[in-house]
Nanobody, 123 residues
Framework: VQLQASGGGLVQPGGSLRLSCAAS????????MGWFRQAPGKEREFVAH????????DYGESVKGRFTISRDNDKDTVYLHLNSLKPEDTAIYYC?????????????????WGQGTQVTVSS
């Protein structure tokens, strides 16, 4: 399974972006998907995950209320809507496929990873 993330870019504080992550094929099982991010000099941080059916979502504390995760299983695609962006949101954002239908916050639980897309928040 290959994951292709897109939608990153340069945006001013307070702005919005929508990231997309398309899987090359169905994984063969019903998997949750998630987003993580990593800023320079920092560890990878959990951002959000969504269950296979989209009924369960979880967010990292630093993005809760500003970011929204969604998915379209017909397109094998997961989205991350980033609103009210702050400079501290600057990072490379990675999408990943979980090993199970329900997601988690732990990167070790994810089997496949995309290459990442850069988000830069700056005036």
């Amino acid at each position: 399974v290959q994951l292709q993330a897109s939608g990153g870019g340069l945006v001013q504080p307070g702005g919005s972006l929508r990231l997309s992550c398309a899987a090359s094929r169905r994984t063969g099982s019903n998997n949750a998907m998630g987003w993580f991010r990593q800023a320079p000099g920092k560890e990878r941080e959990f951002v959000a995950h969504i269950s296979w059916r989209g009924t369960t979502r979880d967010y990292g504390e630093s993005v809760k209320g500003r970011f929204t995760i969604s998915r379209d299983n017909d397109k094998d695609t997961v989205y991350l809507h980033l609103n009210s962006l702050k400079p501290e949101d600057t990072a490379i954002y990675y999408c990943a496929v979980h090993r199970r239908p329900l997601g988690s916050r732990w990167s070790k639980d994810y089997a496949y990873w995309g290459q990442g897309t850069q988000v830069t928040v700056s005036s």
